[in-house]
Nanobody
Framework: QVQLVESGGGLVQAGGSLRLSCAAS????????MGWFRQAPGKEREFVAA????????VYADSVKGRFTISRDNAKNTVYLQMNSLKPEDTAVYYC????????????????WGQGTQVTVSS
């Protein structure tokens, strides 16, 4: 059974930084894609970033490109989302998710989800 546990959310001022973590277990993830999504109040869940666990390709939403970085630590089976230059519009619950093989940006294409972690950016 795949389990994803996010952590690292919190309250930060605009311009600040946070690093989210997603600890993955229950599978060997070498052929998987790890994604980060977010959902603001009253809005649909949207794609933020994704990468192949084996390395190489990364994809970012235009809204976070140049500010957010996705990475992973193989030894810890953990994926990270480093968020810099945060803006109030980045406020949302952030989720990590996994799917097999091919990077995708649609929520419906991901198979397993974590419970989410709240990020609040004050102005």
């Amino acid at each position: 059974q795949v389990q994803l546990v996010e952590s690292g959310g919190g309250l930060v001022q605009a311009g600040g930084s946070l690093r989210l973590s997603c600890a993955a277990s229950g599978r060997t993830f070498s052929s998987y894609v790890m994604g980060w999504f977010r959902q603001a109040p009253g809005k649909e869940r949207e794609f933020v970033a994704a990468m192949r666990w084996s390395g190489g390709s990364t994809v970012y939403a235009d809204s976070v490109k140049g500010r957010f970085t996705i990475s992973r630590d193989n030894a810890k089976n953990t994926v990270y989302l480093q968020m810099n230059s945060l803006k109030p519009e980045d406020t949302a619950v952030y989720y990590c998710a996994v799917k097999v093989r091919v990077i995708a940006t649609m929520t419906s294409q991901y198979d397993y989800w974590g419970q989410g972690t709240q990020v609040t950016v004050s102005s």
